[in-house]
């Protein structure tokens, strides 16, 4: 009753938040569970507890524009826990854990994996931080990515980074990139590159049009880059406190 209470509450302190979809419940209340260790809250009748909230930054753009290399920068500076959706995958996949196999397929065929699989890797890493400032690189890759993210943590993020790079750029980085992902050859690119803009610029575009997007010129050095992306994080700096 108490959590009901204050989860209502909560959302209507903050805009991030949404109701939650009834029959995902359960997650959205052990989510807002996990947060309920900071601020003060109190309203007429005495009733007073703390609530604490995550802020969450999705940071956008086609493989290869520079997200993973901006977000750690953003990590260091502004105190940021970076959650790379892709990295996330991958560790699952490095467990062996039953769904590795399907993922490392569908990763090598540069589609995307199912919104469920993702959603829960990405709750569990927020669940188990002790951070409330997160940055969610790489996700959501679709609108039914997008919407599974809602429904599942009851939560929109407060901003979108979107770094915008032209695609002769980002084939060029990513052949270069020499990490030895499964995922970075001209095949798999080209296959990943049509998914980008069938399905990733949607979400992009979705979130444009609530007026929640910062695009960046993601061509120059990492460091000129840089000053164009910390202004913008500072701006937020009162509100993610
Ligand atoms: N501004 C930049 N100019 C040139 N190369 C870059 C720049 N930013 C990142 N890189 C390099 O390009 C590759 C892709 O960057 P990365 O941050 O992994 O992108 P993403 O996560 O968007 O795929 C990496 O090898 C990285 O070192
Ligand atoms: O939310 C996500 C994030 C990544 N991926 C898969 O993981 C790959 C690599 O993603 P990552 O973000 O690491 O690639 P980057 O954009 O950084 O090159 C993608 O092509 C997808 O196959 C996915 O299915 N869902
Ligand atoms: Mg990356």
């Known amino acids: 009753m108490m ?13 991030s938040f949404r109701s939650y979809v009834p029959n995902q419940a359960p997650y959205a209340l052990k989510f807002l569970e996990h947060f309920t260790t900071e ?4 309203e007429k009748g005495g009733f007073s507890s703390k609530v604490r909230v995550p802020f969450i930054s999705f940071v956008l753009g086609g493989p290869g524009s520079g997200k993973g ?3 750690a920068k953003i990590a260091h500076t502004f105190g940021f826990t970076h959650l790379s959706a892709g ?29 469920e699989v993702t ?14 400032k997160f940055l969610i690189d790489g996700f959501p890759r679709s609108e039914e990515n997008r919407i599974a993210f809602e429904q599942i943590m009851g939560a929109e993020p407060n901003f979108v980074l979107y770094f915008d790079c032209p695609e002769e750029e980002m ?9 030895g992902r499964v995922d970075d ?11 980008y803009e069938s399905l990733n610029l949607p979400v992009i575009n979705y979130y444009l ?33």
């Open 39 to 42: 601020y003060y809250v109190s």
């Open 119 to 132: 959603v829960n890797l990405i709750r569990r890493a927020i669940e188990s931080s002790q951070n409330h």
């Open 185 to 195: 050859n001209i095949d798999t690119l080209k296959k990943r590159l049509k998914i």
């Open 3 to 15: 959590r009901r209470h204050l989860a209502s509450y909560s959302s209507v302190l903050f805009s």
């Open 87 to 115: 990295d996330l995958l991958r560790t699952e996949i490095s467990s062996n854990s039953e769904k590795g196999a399907a993922i490392l397929e569908t990763i090598k065929q540069g589609k995307i994996v199912p919104s």
């Open 69 to 71: 290399t901006q977000c």
């Open 209 to 241: 049009a609530k007026g929640k997007v910062h695009k960046i010129n993601a061509i120059g050095p990492e460091e000129e880059i840089f000053e164009q992306v910390r202004p913008i994080i500072a701006s937020y700096e009162g509100a993610c406190k």
């Open 171 to 179: 084939v060029k980085r990513v052949l270069c990139r020499n990490e």
